[in-house]
């Protein structure tokens, strides 16, 4: 999506008249609220997808069987190493050629941008995901599995009961602060034409040459949902983190 | 599969147009990625430094910019750069300039935190024996402390790198021509071939990316060995 040229045009500093309420209210106020609900929606859909994907990852690494093994590790590896944009970009314009034609089609006739922006999503983030699975479930020290093997647990039993409620009050607040990550990367599915914040601020920008104020806007909206999830995880650490010692 | 498309354009991919023409491709990328690292690091050593002050002001202006840039997606500060730098300044900024600077003070507020980070894990006796052998508080930071705590963030760094590295692609959306910009466009020219393009586009970060997060990870833990400790 290249820029436009008539940026070049000099802008006069001192006649920029600020104009707030054209981007607060009426059809341009309309398509931020659009905007919004939309990086909600993808973010809301790709998170849950993102954490179903993520636990499969890392239990499969975890597990004793090689190939399981190896395949999450590459998983992990190579989706942690490449730009989220081109992953984006290989979904959308790439994935119609490794696709079966029925899957292609069923893409097309619903949401497809939509669709390879939360695949994307999904794949990038559940990367980062199963690694704070895994690092969340090996800290936890060994002797607490054999100890409750040793008061007779099965080896699920001493999962379910002693090692994942530990587990979890470590893994949780990553997995938080790695889904306001992907609420942030979000921003990047406007390159493909969803039509989210970071997409209907610069359209914005495009119409009425108001940018300064849509992309403040823009911008404090993500700053608010950042400051809330970051508030969470603050209160989160401070009544459970401290429980835990070894 | 049509992978002579890529091959026909894999030194494009490489370098751009160079030598008859502006370097492009991975290594500007690169090129971009190494600036943006060596100015983050600065504003990143400062933030850090900042946010450990004892003065509230200080402090809390430190706070402030590394909070707000960790709360706001990278493409949204790169709009800021490219479309406000005119408002600001009266005239146009280069695209290349623009997304470095927006690099610098994204990437500057994780280092920032990393540098913070470093400082608070080093044991509380480095800094007392420092103070205790008549060194001044600075001193103490700038002969003691900071040597100790730098060398242990080099992993940090690397990785904080890595990160650049995958974000100059960002850079493409508002048109500098780098690695991304290449791939689309051959694969705007050719239309022929856009899974293998971005299959290759995907390894070449892929291989830069993964041999840093590798010798990362050696180094972290050749680090580990020689590393003060509280006792």
Not at chain 1, 86 to 109: C, H, K, M, R, T
Not at chain 1, 129 to 135: G, L, P, S
Not at chain 1, 160 to 180: D, E
Not at chain 2, 2 to 11: L, Y
């Amino acid at each position: 999506m290249p820029a436009r040229s008539s940026r070049k045009q000099r802008i006069d500093v001192l006649n920029y008249q600020f104009d707030w309420n054209l981007v607060l209210s009426g059809q341009y106020g309309q398509w931020i609220i659009d905007g919004v609900k939309i990086t909600l929606e993808i973010s809301a859909v790709s998170i849950v997808f993102t954490m179903l994907l993520g636990t499969i990852v890392a239990v499969m690494r975890m597990s004793k069987f090689k190939p399981f093994e190896w395949f999450s590790f590459a998983f992990v590896e190579f989706f942690r190493n490449t730009p989220l944009l081109i992953q984006i970009f290989f979904w959308y314009f790439g994935s119609y050629s490794i696709l079966p034609d029925a899957v292609n089609e069923w893409l097309y006739d619903h949401d497809f941008e939509f669709a390879a922006g939360v695949i994307s999503l999904t794949v990038y983030t559940a990367a980062f995901v199963a690694e704070e699975i895994r690092a969340g479930i090996n800290s936890i020290p060994k002797n607490q599995l054999e100890a409750s093997r040793a008061t007779g647990l099965s080896f699920l039993q001493a999962y379910r009961y002693v090692i994942l409620p530990q587990a979890f009050r470590i893994i949780i607040p990553p997995l938080i602060s790695q889904s306001l990550n992907l609420i942030k990367n979000s921003s990047l599915v406007m390159t493909i034409g969803v039509m989210d914040l970071t997409y209907m601020a610069r359209q914005i920008e495009s119409y009425t040459f108001h940018g300064f104020e849509a992309f403040t806007v823009a911008t404090l909206i993500y700053l608010c949902i950042s400051l809330v999830v970051s508030f969470m995880i603050n209160m989160y650490n401070k009544h459970f983190l401290l429980q835990i010692k070894y | 599969m049509q992978w002579d498309v890529v091959w026909n354009n894999f030194d494009y991919f490489l370098w751009g147009a160079f030598p008859d023409g502006p370097i492009g491709g991975l290594a500007a990328s690169i090129i971009l990625a190494l600036l943006g690292i060596f100015g983050a690091f600065w504003i990143g050593l400062a933030a850090g430094l900042m946010r450990l002050s004892r003065n509230k002001v200080v402090k809390s202006v430190s706070v402030v910019y590394i909070e707000v840039i960790r709360g706001v997606p990278l493409l949204m500060l790169i709009f800021w750069f490219y479309f406000l730098a005119p408002v600001v300044l009266g005239r146009s900024l280069p695209e290349f300039h623009c997304a470095l600077i927006a690099f610098i003070v994204f990437t500057g507020a994780y280092i920032g935190e990393i540098v913070k980070a470093g400082v608070i894990a080093l044991p509380r006796g480095q800094m007392e024996a420092a103070r205790g052998t008549g060194l001044s508080h600075v001193q103490a930071m700038r002969y003691v402390i900071l040597p100790q705590a730098l060398r242990n963030m080099i992993p940090s760094f690397v990785n904080q790198f890595v990160s650049l590295t995958k974000d100059t692609s960002l850079a493409y959306i508002i048109g500098v021509n780098e690695l991304t910009r290449t791939a689309t466009q051959v694969n705007n020219r050719t239309l022929s071939a856009p899974t293998e393009i971005f299959i290759t586009i995907a390894i070449l970060y892929f291989v830069v990316c993964y041999v840093l997060t590798w010798a990362s990870r050696r180094m972290e833990a050749h680090m580990a060995k020689y590393q003060a400790r509280d006792r």
